[in-house]
């Protein structure tokens, strides 16, 4: 089966406990102010060109009229991209890249089972991530059956943004969900991610209520949610399942990403600060629920 992916992290140390390899889904059903992989936001393939790798060697232009090099500079034209990749392959300093390669399942597991001596020394497994990966959940089915039978441990990396029958596909086939929760304020949620949390905490409570391990990840982005932590951390505290509490503290690392694919940066401007961080840790603990990590 294919599946259309942005990439495959191995050693990865922030996507679930241990050692993990990470396998990214391209699309995704929200658009974070904040988002740091805007490459995995559009279902569609794109192209990134990263300015500072280009030596204006001029490959790309040699076999695509969409490229041009004049008076020192490259200019990509993208209206008339196809995105048929052949530019990447020409580009030898990887000024190109490919975002959203159909990849087979089957060896997106083979590349998953590599690694397996490692996730058991370190307590690690596979996630699946994206973008929103259970928007293509037959693929994270198969690819999580294989896993789980495998004796290998499974985490779906989510934003909850889908339909309760997308993750009925993977549930029993899942160890943890990583589960973000940005707002609970709708407007709040709203303006942050261009979409209702509504269906986002229905199947919060569903998934906790069919028993999951659940570990819930919090973008903390000053000026845009710095104020619902309190919010966040009372609608935590009726929940059963709850394993861990991530505090991601945003940073804004990802402008090179935004130009890269010629899309409107919306990266927030200000860093949260070590105390906003520690008060936010302490709102957790006031309200009875496990202290948070960052
Ligand atoms: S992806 Fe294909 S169509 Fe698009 S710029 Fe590159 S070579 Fe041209
Ligand atoms: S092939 Fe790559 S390095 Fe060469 S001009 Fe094109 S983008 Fe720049």
């Given at each position: 089966m294919?599946?259309?992916i942005t990439g495959i992290k191995k050693f990865a140390v922030h996507d679930g406990d241990g050692i993990r390899t990470t396998v990214f889904f391209k699309g995704c059903t929200l658009k974070c102010k904040w988002c740091h992989n805007p490459e995995t936001i559009s279902f569609l393939p794109q192209i990134g060109?990263?300015?500072h790798k280009?030596?204006?060697?001029g490959a790309c232009?040699?076999?695509c009229e969409n490229h041009k090099i004049i008076d020192g500079k490259h200019i990509f034209d993208r209206k008339n991209c196809t995105a048929c990749k052949k530019c990447v392959k020409v580009c030898l300093p990887h000024?190109?890249?490919f975002y959203g390669e159909n990849a087979d399942t089957d060896e997106i597991i083979k590349i998953l089972f590599e690694?397996?001596?490692?996730?058991e020394a370190s307590g690690g497994g596979i996630t699946i991530s994206g973008g929103e990966c259970l928007?293509?959940?037959e693929a994270c089915s198969v690819i999580l059956k294989r896993m789980k039978n495998g004796g290998i441990n499974t985490a779906v990396d989510t934003c909850g943004m889908v339909p309760f029958e997308n993750i009925e596909k993977v549930i029993d086939y899942t160890d943890v969900f990583l589960y973000d929760i940005k707002a609970i304020d709708d407007s709040v949620h709203k303006k942050c991610t261009g979409s209702s949390n509504k269906i986002i905490l229905q199947n919060l409570k569903k998934i906790d209520e069919y028993g999951k391990s659940i570990e819930i990840r919090i973008p903390f982005v000053p000026d845009y949610n710095d104020q619902e932590i309190e919010k966040i951390a009372y609608f935590i505290s009726n929940l059963k399942n709850i394993v861990k509490i991530r505090i991601l503290p945003y940073h804004d690392y990802a402008h090179s990403k935004y130009?890269?694919?010629d899309m409107q940066d919306t990266l927030p401007c200000k860093i949260p600060d070590f105390e906003s961080i520690e008060n936010a840790k302490k709102t957790f603990l006031k309200y009875g629920v496990l202290c948070p990590i960052l």
């Open positions: 294919l599946v259309s060109y990263y300015s280009c030596i204006l060697c232009a040699d076999i000024a190109l890249e690694d397996k001596e490692f996730y928007m293509q959940p130009s890269a694919i």
